[in-house]
């Protein structure tokens, strides 16, 4: 098992209960174990049945959760560049600005960035300081664009840090200063420090291969179709798939005719996922007669022994 | 080897008088004016999308604006302003020298 897992899958398979037993699964297993949810209604307070919140917290041995919350990143983004606007800027110009700066936190594509970044800083920051990092992921589409912002950004930043280069070294040479001194320019050592930690990040996951995925799936259509273009995607980037995890597997002895139906269709999807999946190990989680609670979870957990 | 050292002296030789003898002239405010060129498209590229151009990077170059606020009003006058490319270029060409 690779360091850093993302658990993906279509909306609504059950990926929070499966990285929750997961997480519980290699807690107990002796790895310091951190569990990370990026999903906007963070289900995993209402598993585990206590409050988790928005900083790293210790929920049971060995094991410590977080819930990221885009917006509340994005404020305190935007907070602390208001910050150091004042320092720098006069107030009026500062009155300005701030509109300007309101009106990015409620943009579209923010809360996404935010998302973005503060997993790029725990992967970076807590990479060692674990032994395994589960992310609850949000559904796949979102995930796969996740990992090919890094090589867009990065262009995007080159191109930034070679204009302002260029442009710093224009106006050292009209003010008679030595143009070839650019380190102490703000704009060049922010735009720096955002390419390093992505970089920081991306070796981490891809060139240290140190990520991996696991897939949540129903043995339905379509769920069986989403996880076999996702496994080909990640393929691209050399992101390994080795497990798959089928959950809410009816029971066999099912006795009313719907229920026997529903079973036969579901003898029939289980058998396209091995022959679809054959690189795949694939766990089988049955469905549960009770809701997802805190009591059940260690149940689930020891559904993973074989993953390891 | 030495030819080639000759050479690069006197072309230094040449530019450093042409610089000091450059009395009151354009060289400096050439400079500068290409400065601001450059800011102007840099700025762009950050901060296209208050022009109404979305941009994918929008949200990460929000960190440099304290650095470049100074100027983002007339920047922004100078983009909206932009009716003709030919009246700006003819600007730049110094055509008293």
Sequence with gaps: ?308 | MPNDKLEKFLEWMRLFFQGATDFGRKSRNILEKEYSDEMDNFMLICFADTLGIPLPISYYTLELLPYLAEDMEMWEKRMLNRKSIWGEKWGEYDLDA
């Design chain 1, 1 to 308: 098992m690779k360091k850093i897992v993302f658990i993906g899958g279509k909306g609504g398979v059950g990926k929070t209960t499966c990285s929750s037993a997961f997480a519980v699964y290699c807690a107990k297993a002796g790895k310091k174990t951190l569990l990370v949810s990026t999903d906007p209604a963070h289900s995993t307070s209402d598993i585990f049945e206590r409050t988790i919140g928005l900083e790293i917290v210790n929920i049971r041995e060995n094991l410590d959760a977080i819930e990221i919350d885009a917006e509340f990143e994005s404020t305190k983004y935007i907070n602390k560049i208001k910050g150091n606007l004042k320092n720098i800027v006069s107030p009026v110009i500062v009155e300005e600005i701030t509109r300007q700066l309101d009106a990015a936190i409620v943009s579209p594509g923010s809360h996404e960035s935010a998302m973005f970044d503060k997993m790029t800083e725990i992967i970076n920051e807590k990479v060692d300081e674990y032994d395994q990092i589960i992310f609850d992921t949000a559904p796949t589409g979102h995930t796969i664009r996740l990992l090919s912002l890094p090589e867009m950004l990065g262009t995007w930043i080159d191109s930034l840090m070679a204009k302002r280069r260029k442009a710093v070294k224009l106006f050292k040479m009209a003010n008679s200063q030595d143009p070839n001194k650019l380190d102490d320019d703000p704009i060049l050592k922010i735009l720096m420090r955002r390419k390093n930690n992505m970089e920081k990040a991306r070796n981490i996951m891809i060139d240290d291969q140190k990520l991996q995925f696991i897939f949540v799936l129903n043995a339905e259509k379509l769920p069986i179709e989403e996880t076999k273009k996702a496994v080909n995607i990640l393929k691209k980037y050399n992101i390994p798939v080795n497990e798959l995890i089928v959950n809410r597997i009816l029971p066999e002895d099912m006795k009313d005719d719907f229920w026997k139906n529903k079973k036969g269709l579901e003898r029939k999807y289980l058998n396209e996922i091995s022959e679809a999946f054959s690189n795949q190990k694939i766990i089988r989680l049955p469905l549960l007669q009770n809701d997802m609670r805190a009591q059940y979870i260690d149940e689930v957990a020891e559904y993973f022994k074989d993953i390891y």
